[in-house]
């Protein structure tokens, strides 16, 4: 059933519209791929799914079950069950990354943790994502690398278990063997749960083998085209080339 609505979304960084008239539905469980040449707008979809506040909705709504998220901020967006990795993910200096992942689910459920359980899937996560333990008591994300800075938002994404997880470039200056554990790490979040999932990406790599359910291509804001997993395959032999033209 619906997850996730969009419905002629238009918005617009400091009064320059960025997106335009953007409608599409996400289903609970399901998986949508994002992709566009650069500067399409598709972080900007991102944010404003999230709710940051530079982002102006201009018309339109977006609704999670049913209700309207506009007004929410976007603590109340993450209790609610949206997540976000960023492309360029924050360093936080003096929280580890345990106590980070401790205090997130405890806001976002709004209940005392289970130590235990806690303990047994965040064992389980780092496994599938090749980290080392040692991780744990390191201040979040400092001085990490860039893939272990992607892993680390890919254990966030395991352990929050968000009911719709976006993903803005998460493959983006990884190298194979890094693309590969991340690649293991989703779909591992679409074997477990329920979760949905809107991966935005320029690389197929990622891809290779997830479950892919829906292709949108963003051209200058429209999103010009929706497809199937085969949508991915032409945008790889062929480009954006066909789409360039739609988002005149
Ligand atoms: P994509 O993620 O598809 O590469 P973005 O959403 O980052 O595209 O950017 C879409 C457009 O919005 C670009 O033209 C970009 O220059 C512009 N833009 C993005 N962020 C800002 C900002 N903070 N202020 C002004 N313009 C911005
Ligand atoms: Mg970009
Ligand atoms: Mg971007």
């Not at 929050?160 to 998460?170: H, Y």
Request: no cysteine; proline share 2%.
């Amino acid at each position: 059933s619906e997850l996730l609505k969009v419905n002629n979304l238009s918005v617009a960084i400091d009064d320059t519209e960025i997106l335009k008239n953007i409608d599409f539905t996400i289903g609970k469980g399901e998986t949508h791929v994002l992709m566009g040449p650069n500067g399409a707008g598709k972080s900007t979809l991102g944010f404003t799914l999230m709710g940051n506040p530079a982002y102006e909705i201009k018309s339109g709504d977006i609704e999670l079950e049913g209700e309207s998220i506009i007004e929410d901020g976007t603590d109340v967006r993450a209790k609610k069950g949206l997540f976000l990795s960023f492309q360029s993910p924050y360093e936080v200096a003096g929280i580890s990354l345990e106590s980070f992942l401790r205090n997130a689910i405890r806001q976002i459920t709004g209940k005392p943790l289970k130590i235990m359980q806690f303990k047994k899937d965040l064992k389980e996560a780092m496994e599938i994502l090749q980290m080392d333990e040692s991780y744990l008591t390191r201040d979040l994300n400092v001085g990490f690398s860039g893939g272990e800075k992607k892993k680390s938002e890919i254990l966030q994404m395991l352990m929050l278990r968000p009911k719709l997880a976006i993903l803005d470039e998460t493959d983006s200056g990884l190298d194979v063997d890094a693309v590969r554990t991340v690649s293991r790490g989703i779909e591992a979040y679409q074997k477990n749960r329920d979760g949905a999932l809107l991966i935005i990406t320029h690389s197929t790599r990622i891809l290779e083998a997830l479950k892919v359910d829906y292709t949108h291509i963003l051209v200058k804001g429209k999103l010009v085209e929706t497809g199937d997993a085969a949508l991915v395959e032409e945008i790889n032999n062929n480009g954006f080339a066909r789409f360039e033209k739609l988002g005149e």
